[in-house]
């Protein structure tokens, strides 16, 4: 069993930074393909990020050119930069990952942008 952790989530104000970060509990992580999602309040759970095994990314046109995906797979771990940020980007943030068929999810990062 894979366990995933977020965290970096936070308030931060519209234009503003955050780093989120994923940590996975297994050594070969290095060859799961990862993704970002969120979820905003009423809303469904929405792709925003992935990143292959090699370092293959694609975004969600909604989040393009101002989010970048990566991964250290010596700190199991993968990384969402989020810049410029929109009071539209609030949503808790879900780590997730596919290997062999299998799904894995963290708990979530709540992310708040407001003034």
């Known amino acids: 069993q894979l366990r995933l952790v977020e965290s970096g989530g936070g308030l931060v104000q519209p234009g503003g930074s955050l780093r989120l970060s994923c940590a996975a509990s297994?050594?070969?992580?290095?060859?799961?393909?990862m993704n970002w999602y969120r979820q905003a309040p009423g809303k469904e759970r929405e792709w925003v990020a992935s990143i292959s095994s090699p370092d293959i990314t694609n975004y969600a046109d909604s989040v393009k050119g101002r989010f970048t995906i990566s991964r250290d797979n010596a700190k199991n771990s993968i990384y969402l930069q989020m810049n410029s940020l929109k009071p539209e980007d609030t949503a808790v943030y879900y780590c997730?990952?596919?290997?062999?068929?299998?799904?894995?999810w963290g708990q979530g990062t709540q992310v708040t942008v407001s003034p």
């Open positions: 997730n990952a596919l290997q062999d068929g299998a799904i894995y």
């Open positions: 297994r050594h070969t992580f290095f060859n799961y393909f």
